[in-house]
Nanobody, 121 residues
Framework: QVQLVESGGGSVQAGESLRLSCAASGYTYSSYCMDWFRQAPGKQREWVSSIGTDGSTLYAEFAKGRFTISRDNARNTLYLEMNSLKPEDTGMYYC???????????????WGQGTQVTVSS
């Protein structure tokens, strides 16, 4: 019974911070790379960040310098620390589990239901 459950979203003002969590169960967490995605209403889903099985990280340009992805394999939990939030960061944030393909995290097998982040100006 595979589950990915996001938490930590909420409503904040521009410049504030949030820490999102993704609790995983039902699969071998440490064997998968993990990604964060987000989707604003009426817009397509976009990739935010990746963390590999070896702890290596990648970030979308809008996230560099503001967001930090991390994982705790002992607790089967993924995190996304978001600082200096902007109104354009508003959206549903999803975690996903994938497998490395050509140096990237692809072949997503599992997705969470999402947690809402709202940033007001």
């Amino acid at each position: 019974q595979v589950q990915l459950v996001e938490s930590g979203g909420g409503s904040v003002q521009a410049g504030e911070s949030l820490r999102l969590s993704c609790a995983a169960s039902g699969y071998t967490y440490s064997s998968y790379c993990m990604d964060w995605f987000r989707q604003a209403p009426g817009k397509q889903r976009e990739w935010v960040s990746s963390i590999g099985t070896d702890g290596s990280t990648l970030y979308a340009e809008f996230a560099k310098g503001r967001f930090t992805i991390s994982r705790d394999n002992a607790r089967n939990t993924l995190y996304l620390e978001m600082n200096s939030l902007k109104p354009e960061d508003t959206g549903m944030y999803y975690c996903a589990a994938g497998r490395p393909r050509g140096g990237r995290c692809l072949g997503y097998a599992y997705w969470g239901q999402g947690t809402q982040v709202t940033v007001s100006s």
